[in-house]
């Protein structure tokens, strides 16, 4: 079933009565040439990769839930290339190529708006590191400006520029930033995997991972065994009891980040907006309500929700910057378990045990990943050879302290991302 | 969240500083296998249930105290000063 807008006009007008179901919902066979754990972004993503770069179509994505239902559908949807870091600037570009033509691709309308993003800045030192940050996102072959204040006042005339804490002295503008519908993401990648062949199991959480003279064998789950010649792990922050497993000791913490919805609300930001000063950032989505969120809660843990602190921290943030916020409602909020490594880069990588693989520590950037992550590993588990845009998300970077990526220059250490 | 001090009572969250895992009571020699050293700084076992965690009083007595902590529900299981720990031998 191909998706049009002739096709929309017929339904419609027939009463909606010839939609089919985007996927499949079938049985697990005993054995996969692969097996991906964990229907996210992320896993679906390296699905649809394999099946349609590779021609590996023999693979089962193995999700416990739903399709949808884990951090993919509770993200804030923000997708951007405006990092600094050479390992970093190369994915995340490759990533936001792979964005641009995602819906003609899948024939799916994952909702992606280039609406700009505008990271601000509050001194002349700030100024100098946005300068050098844009420089490498444009030698990168992506796009950054630099905005004086008044650039800034004419995107977001609606800002507090005279705050007395942090004015704001301009900002870096990304055109090419902007959001995506997190589910629609999902569904489509659900769906391109599941046209090529790949089994999409719901329901189905692995319990075990078999390993025989250290070469995986399969994988046990509450559905029976399932024999598989390789095993890609894409669990987000379930990645340390998946690793477990295997018998691994994964460098990854896991975290709590809150995110919040105001009720509906005519378009007022159009723009995503980060302040960086006050770790408080925002969008409005296509309903209307306003997106928006800040630090993580800062402690581990898997409850899917944080504690009030950071929550009156968001709200302040939010106050501070643009106070017209103040009379929209919160409706909800929400927490997701995010999968912090020291450095704050991910991996992709191969495990110590033959046939396993790695794709982990997206910490709380892995919605504009899902792309590129899901690309680059299944180059890496189709090949065995690393994908270049993400050769530098190597799993052997802690010990060695070779090849660190550190975006946020804080230090790799567990607690400081 | 509220985390009970040996020596304040129980304070609010906001008065702690979150350090991670309670790996510090038990550092490698100086002249440990690199693995060693890996597994201290980076690997950790990440649990979803109970976990013994470092947390720092900064904003009260400064004490550093090992807190056991449920992950999935933020329970507060136990508290103890980190010397006191470190002296028990544990």
Known sequence: MRFSGLRVLKEGLTGNKGWQPHWRDPEPKPAYDMIIIGGGGHGLATAYYLAREHGLTNVAVLEKGYIGGGNVGRNTTIVRANYFLPGNSEFYSHSLRLWEGLEQELNYNVMHSQRGLINLFHSDGQRDAFARRGNAMINQGDDAELLDRDGVRRHLPYLDFDNARFPIYGGLYHPRGGTARHDAVAWGYARGADQRGVDLIQNCEVTGIDIEQGRVTGVQTTRGAIRAKKVGIVVAGRSGQVAAMAGMRLPIESHILQAFVTEGLKPCIDHVVSFGMGHFYISQSDKGGLVFGGDLDFYASYAQRGNMPMMEHVMEAGMTLMPMIGKARVLRSWGGIMDMTPDGSPVIDKAPVEGLYLNCGWCYGGFKAVPGSGYSFAHLMATDRPHAPAAGFRLDRFQTGRGLMDEEGTGSQHNLH | ?90
């Open chain 2, 1 to 90: 969240m509220r985390i009970s001090c040996p020596i304040c009572g129980e304070r609010d969250r906001r008065e702690f500083y979150y350090q991670g895992a309670a790996v510090a009571l038990d550092r490698p020699a100086p002249d440990a296998a690199a693995q060693a050293w890996d597994d201290y700084l980076h690997n950790r076992d990440n649990p979803a249930g109970p976990v013994r965690e470092m947390w720092h009083h900064e904003a009260g007595c400064g004490a550093w105290l090992v807190v056991t902590r449920d992950t999935v529900t933020h329970e507060m299981l136990a508290s103890d000063l980190a010397s006191r720990v470190q002296e028990a031998g544990s």
